[in-house]
């Protein structure tokens, strides 16, 4: 009954003390021009003021790319840590951990609207990665020249590579619905974030390949769900890949669970979020 | 459709105020080792049978608003007034949505537009340009609709010269010039405005004041004021509310009377009184010492019928033909109603006075002052000479009401504005 007013006056609103209701996302459909706005904003916004601009979108994934390779290709001496191999694992690694950067930071970096101007909240961790396509399709064009410079045959698994790297922005999306919140209670994940993010690059298979590893090893990495993602982007780019795939089930459970509980987290936590920042 | 846009139910907002230890304790945010460790710690504790860890903070409530019910009509102009802390931008984020309600309940009908502070919803990396399309697609508008009030909002604003240059280097009354300009011109149904335009200049205060009173009653839209001018709040507003420690204390169409009541209580009622004794070292000079001053009978309330007679006790030390004793009348919004000196008829009456104690009396004739609390103030001065008091800043003050007994006649039962109720004579010839 209820409901039903909130259509028929798509205008009234009504609000009403200790109510959390659910996320409105027929409002938030009201309010996709602002998505767009702060999406386009955030871009624009980023690379206002350095020196080279838009080249570090560029220069920063090839710059990680030859770091890893140096040290797994040439110092731990992995044979099959080469270029393309771990260009293709850190593609989806990288649109985790910048989405999972800008979404966590989302709050707080607009804490100046926030306080200001009532919206949907949820569109402000959900923009804040839009900007990050821009560098999905950078890397996706880095991917195809050095895959062309090395020889490797493409198939029709190639655009897969796409959705694959969406899913680790899913990832990234999920536990942002909680540590957007809890960062602007808890400053402490202003520390905490990077850290975990650099123990990430190391538990999850970037710089190596995870097939023809022992069993074990599999199994205990495929408990992390970006190695799902990672090493399915392998599979889509590498011809005749071992894809472990139970790592895959572990990823689709994590995004499920993270998508249901941390919308739940979200709203409640829209509650209190002014009276903290 | 119904003539009510707003209607409040009992609405309160409480917060929870930490107080945090002092030292090196003292964490500006919660730290989550310290909530973390309690939340594992307790339950051992527990266990093993001792106290509980306590935090380093207490908590108290404090309620920002409280118990505020009220229903806002199409087309009113709402004006929002109260001392600093009674609770008027805690209200005003409650019904922008951007803190949610502890109690209470409240409805809107239409689009809201508000404006809370300066600067508001800007972007300080962004241009004044882009703002104004991100700050409308804020409001739920579409790109195309903002271009179509995009020249008009600018001309508005009068920042075109800066248009290309990032908000963060405009002044705090560009980015407030600008911000009313985007709001007013986006067509909102409720305009949510807090103390923003004291930033701006006057001539673009009256502007606002101007496109305020047009958007109200051309397009017949509800707006909500919150500022400290009373001014304002006179030349914008048809009705007042007044709060007071987060509860609403008047609410009334009468708003000069609001305005009144709300002044009224500002004065500091300790300092003024009926009464004023010399706490001693006060009005010095050398010709004389003021010791009292006071209403006749120490009384507080006089109806306009009656003379109002007023004493001081001086200890003169020698007599002076020159010496000038009077008063200066106030009213409540200590603006200066007449200033009166004991030579004004009779220019005899300082020679008449001998030296040592006496009490000089003055008489303010009936059917003079107007129904309001008036403030008396001492003043003195010497004849082509120095003043020995300075009008508006002497410490020998009193404080009294005129009420009632305007006039006999059926015809005039009520208050008037204006200063005086004076009896004019009236006849046909």
Known sequence: MKLLHRFKQSDSVVVEANTIGSIDWAEVWKFRELFLSLAWRDLLVRYKQTFIGVVWAVLDPLLSMIVLVLIFGVIAKMKDSTPVVVFAGMLPWQMFGLSLNSASNSLMNNASILSKIYFPRIILPTSSVAVNLVDLVINYVI?????????????????????????????????????????????????LLPFVLKIGLLVTPVGYQLANKEEIIQILLSLNPLTGVVECCRWAVLPNYDFFLPSLYVTFACILLLWYTGERYFRRSEQWLNDVI | ??????????????????????????????????????????????????????????????????????????????????????????????LSRIITPTTGRFSMEGKIASLLEVGTGFHPELTGRENIFLNGSVFGLKRYQIQEKYDEIVEFSGVERFLDTPVKRYSSGM??????????????????IDEVLAVGDARFQKKCIGKMNEVANTANRTIIFVTHSMGFVEALCNRAILLEGGEMTADSEDVQMVVHNYLESTIDQTLVKAEWRNPGGQVENEFFDLLYMGMEGAATRFANNRPIRVQFEIDLKKTDPRLMLGIAIFNDENSLIAVSFCTDVDPELPSRMQPGLQTVVCEIPPHLLNERTHRLEFAARVHQGPNITEIGTCPASIKFEVAGGLSDSPYWTERRAGFCAPHLKWGVQ
């Open chain 1, 143 to 191: 991917l195809a020249i050095l895959m062309l410079i090395y020889g490797y045959q493409f198939t029709w698994k190639f655009l897969l590579v796409v959705p694959i790297s969406m899913m680790g922005i899913a990832i990234a999306l999920g536990i942002s619905f909680f540590v957007s919140c809890l960062y602007v209670k808890y400053r402490d994940f202003k520390i």
């Open chain 2, 175 to 192: 980015q407030v010039r600008l911000a009313f300009s985007v709001a007013a011109h986006l067509d909102p149904e409720i305009m949510i």
């Open chain 2, 1 to 94: 459709m119904s003539d009510t846009v707003v209607s409040i139910e009992n609405l309160g907002k409480c917060y929870r105020l930490q107080h945090q230890g002092t030292g090196l304790n003292a964490a500006a945010y919660s730290r989550i080792n310290e909530e973390l460790a309690r939340m594992v710690l307790n339950p051992l504790r527990k266990i093993v049978g001792k106290e509980p860890m306590g935090s380093h903070t207490t908590t108290e409530e404090f309620w920002a608003l409280k118990n505020v019910s009220l229903e806002i009509k199409r087309g009113e102009r709402l004006g929002l007034i109260g001392r600093n802390g009674a609770g008027k931008s805690t209200f005003l984020k409650l």
